[in-house]
């Protein structure tokens, strides 16, 4: 069971990016996945989910930018981040947690995730 993400780098401000997170070793089971960032000296922060009913949610800083998807034939999680912005910069990290419906409401707390990937570096800088 393992999840890898891709697609980071350095961007400027108001740049895009597309970031991908592809599962290996997932049984079929309801679950929610979410893309969190932690920049240094601050907290792991939920920045989008989606779940298995393709139901989304966003921190209220990434709504109307990021866009959160998924390809179920490919076991892969999206975030397309567009107008970037310099505090935007993190490491950012899928999860998958299969305590469906209750991730649901609890998307954006770490505990309820389980499985997490490596990360993968975004900075936003001119």
């Known amino acids: 069971v393992q999840l890898v993400e891709s697609g980071g780098g350095l961007v400027q401000p108001g740049g895009s990016l597309r970031l991908s997170c592809a599962g290996y070793?997932?049984?079929?089971?309801?679950?929610?996945m979410t893309w969190f960032r932690q920049a240094p000296g601050r907290e792991r922060e939920g920045v989008a989910t989606i779940d298995i009913a393709d139901s989304t949610n966003y921190a209220d800083s990434v709504k109307g930018r990021f866009t959160v998807s998924q390809d179920n034939a490919k076991n892969t999680l999206y975030l397309q981040m567009n107008s970037l912005k310099p505090e935007d910069t993190a490491m950012y990290y899928c999860?998958?947690?299969?305590?469906?419906?209750?991730?649901?409401?609890?998307?954006?707390?770490?505990?309820?995730?389980?499985?997490w990937g490596q990360g993968t570096q975004v900075t936003v800088s001119s």
């Open positions: 070793g997932f049984v079929y089971s309801p679950y929610c």
């Open positions: 999860a998958r947690s299969n305590l469906w419906p209750s991730c649901r409401q609890g998307w954006r707390t770490t505990t309820q995730f389980y499985y």
